[in-house]
């Protein structure tokens, strides 16, 4: 069916399409379609099974941070199959986000470019929504952002208020210090700052607690955050965020847009992180960058995470992504003689 609708959709500007598709699942999120979707598109089998910073996943396969900024879907992603939903950014104040256009895809890259800039109701709506309406049986991530205004030497601050506005009905939070669209943030993800922001949250009582990396920091700099994520008792990394990088193999004429670049053009890179970092910690390891298939989240499983998230690839391939590409890690973990996802985390290491 997806194949069906995809001309459509495609041929609608990316944003526009996105919010159809958002606005489809907030409709369906009752039952008894959800109960039609879990049907449909669920696989549950012990084999995929997976503990991590404090939360057992149903399954590795997750919805990374964007796609569901203001918490409005989780039960509908979650019942397409998705063993956890990270919801946000969140930040303080609510934000319009950067003007429009903001998002453009790269189709001969399977690709996107998005300069979104944290658009999202803010953390007093977005924390009364998780607080009061239903939340799936799916662990439940909480992606916490800068808010463009707020001066960077007032940044703990700020991240401490979305967090205190949010706590208690996040699974785990994870402090995004990498987006490329929005002024200045990236320049947190150095020691000093970093060690400032995650004192204040840990003192605000946040846990799981995790950090979200950008690919394009220096290994030294990652080496570095790695070592203080370990120094402060965080309970994961989640390697990576989007590239300002641009391939030289890209196609598209859109690769000259200005912003954060995911898809598959970022796989190869964000598999060599989570090795990286997977080499240098025995925190868990979330794996995020151009997931499209079971053979693109088998090798970043092999390569020291524990789950993975993806966002474009539920673009380009549609709903059943989170079915086919569990029910491929089923035939994988056969394949190679694993019982479980467990027992292949960091098997390339």
């Given at each position: 069916?997806?194949?069906?609708?995809?001309?459509?959709?495609?041929?609608?500007?990316?944003?526009?399409?996105?919010?159809?598709?958002?606005?489809?699942?907030?409709?369906?999120?009752?039952?008894?379609?959800?109960?039609?979707?879990?049907?449909?598109?669920?696989?549950?089998?012990?084999?995929?099974?997976?503990?991590?910073?404090?939360?057992?996943?149903?399954?590795?396969?997750?919805?990374?941070?964007?796609?569901?900024?203001?918490?409005?879907?989780?039960?509908?992603?979650?019942a397409l199959g998705f063993g956890h939903v990270e919801v946000g950014g969140v930040t303080a104040k609510r934000q319009p986000g950067n003007p429009r256009p903001r998002m453009f895809r790269?189709?001969?890259?399977?690709?996107?470019?998005?300069?979104?800039?944290?658009?999202?109701?803010?953390?007093?709506?977005?924390?009364?929504?998780?607080?009061?309406?239903?939340?799936?049986?799916?662990?439940?991530?909480?992606?916490?952002?800068?808010?463009?205004?707020?001066?960077?030497?007032?940044?703990?601050?700020?991240?401490?208020?979305?967090?205190?506005?949010?706590?208690?009905?996040?699974?785990?939070?994870?402090?995004?210090?990498?987006?490329?669209?929005?002024?200045?943030?990236?320049?947190?993800?150095?020691?000093?700052?970093?060690?400032?922001?995650?004192?204040?949250?840990?003192?605000?009582?946040?846990?799981?607690?995790?950090?979200?990396?950008?690919?394009?920091?220096?290994?030294?700099?990652?080496?570095?955050?790695?070592?203080?994520?370990?120094?402060?008792?965080?309970?994961?990394?989640?390697?990576?965020?989007?590239?300002?990088?641009?391939?030289?193999?890209?196609?598209?004429?859109?690769?000259?847009?200005?912003?954060?670049?995911?898809?598959?053009?970022?796989?190869?890179?964000?598999?060599?992180?989570?090795?990286?970092?997977?080499?240098?910690?025995?925190?868990?390891?979330?794996?995020?960058?151009?997931?499209?298939?079971?053979?693109?989240?088998?090798?970043?499983?092999?390569?020291?995470?524990?789950?993975?998230?993806?966002?474009?690839?539920?673009?380009?391939?549609?709903?059943?992504?989170?079915?086919?590409?569990?029910?491929?890690?089923?035939?994988?973990?056969?394949?190679?003689?694993?019982?479980?996802?467990?027992?292949?985390?960091?098997?390339?290491?």
């Amino acid at each position: 069916m997806y194949r069906a609708v995809k001309p459509l959709l495609f041929a609608l500007p990316p944003e526009t399409a996105h919010n159809t598709i958002h606005t489809l699942l907030r409709a369906g999120q009752r039952e008894p379609v959800l109960s039609l979707l879990d049907d449909q598109c669920c696989v549950r089998d012990d084999r995929l099974r997976v503990e991590a910073f404090d939360n057992e996943f149903p399954n590795p396969v997750g919805v990374a941070a964007g796609f569901d900024k203001n918490a409005q879907i989780p039960r509908a992603l979650a019942a397409l199959g998705f063993g956890h939903v990270e919801v946000g950014g969140v930040t303080a104040k609510r934000q319009p986000g950067n003007p429009r256009p903001r998002m453009f895809r790269l189709k001969e890259d399977e690709a996107i470019v998005n300069r979104m800039g944290f658009n999202n109701h803010g953390a007093d709506v977005i924390g009364r929504r998780l607080h009061e309406e239903p939340l799936p049986d799916v662990p439940v991530g909480v992606n916490i952002g800068k808010s463009k205004d707020a001066p960077l030497e007032d940044a703990a601050a700020d991240y401490r208020y979305t967090y205190e506005r949010v706590a208690g009905a996040g699974d785990y939070f994870v402090v995004n210090v990498s987006s490329p669209n929005t002024p200045g943030l990236r320049d947190l993800q150095h020691r000093d700052n970093l060690a400032v922001i995650f004192e204040a949250l840990q003192d605000a009582g946040a846990s799981p607690l995790l950090v979200k990396f950008s690919p394009d920091l220096s290994r030294d700099a990652i080496a570095d955050g790695v070592a203080l994520a370990e120094e402060l008792g965080l309970d994961g990394i989640i390697a990576t965020n989007t590239t300002t990088e641009r391939p030289d193999s890209l196609l598209s004429p859109n690769a000259a847009e200005s912003g954060g670049l995911s898809g598959k053009p970022l796989e190869d890179t964000a598999t060599d992180l989570v090795a990286f970092v997977a080499e240098r910690t025995d925190l868990p390891v979330v794996g995020v960058g151009g997931v499209f298939t079971a053979e693109d989240a088998y090798e970043k499983i092999r390569a020291g995470a524990s789950v993975v998230q993806l966002y474009t690839g539920l673009v380009y391939r549609g709903p059943t992504i989170a079915r086919d590409i569990n029910r491929g890690l089923l035939d994988l973990l056969e394949r190679d003689g694993f019982d479980s996802v467990a027992d292949a985390v960091g098997a390339d290491i």
